[in-house]
């Protein structure tokens, strides 16, 4: 089971990313993926959780309106695409999961399975 976070990279305020969490050792569709973020002396914060039938996908306030999270089952991937960045949404993104069929959002077990981060930086 792994889970491979990238497309990080720095970018100017007001652009865009998008991250992708590609999965192998298991087929997304059957399980919720998160998105989460640390920033440097801060806490890990939860963005995004995208549910196996994404009836209970949710993207966090503090991010809501500028970030989206979407899956592509035939690339067994789930992506975090993230609009209008600011500089405070500099840090490391990581990918999750539960590993439990048929989870919704978020996972009663907690998240158990993550990815390697990816570093975003927004800077001028």
């Known amino acids: 089971v792994q889970l491979q976070a990238s497309g990080g990279g720095s970018v100017q305020p007001g652009g865009s990313l998008r991250l992708s969490c590609a999965a192998s050792?298991?087929?997304?569709?059957?399980?919720?993926i998160g998105w989460f973020r640390q920033a440097p002396g801060k806490e890990r914060e939860g963005l995004s959780c995208?549910?196996?039938?994404?009836?209970?996908?949710y993207v966090s306030a503090s991010v809501k309106g500028r970030f989206t999270t979407s899956r592509d089952n035939a690339m067994n991937t789930v992506y975090l695409q993230m609009n209008s960045l600011e500089p405070e949404d500099t840090a490391v993104y990581y990918c999750?999961?539960?590993?439990?069929?048929?989870?919704?959002?978020?996972?009663?077990?907690?998240?158990?399975?993550w990815g390697k981060g990816t570093l975003v930086t927004v800077s001028s």
């Open positions: 999750a999961t539960d590993l439990r069929v048929g989870s919704s959002c978020p996972p009663t077990s907690g998240w158990n399975y």
């Open positions: 050792g298991f087929t997304v569709d059957y399980y919720a």
């Open positions: 995208i549910s196996h039938d994404e009836d209970s996908t």
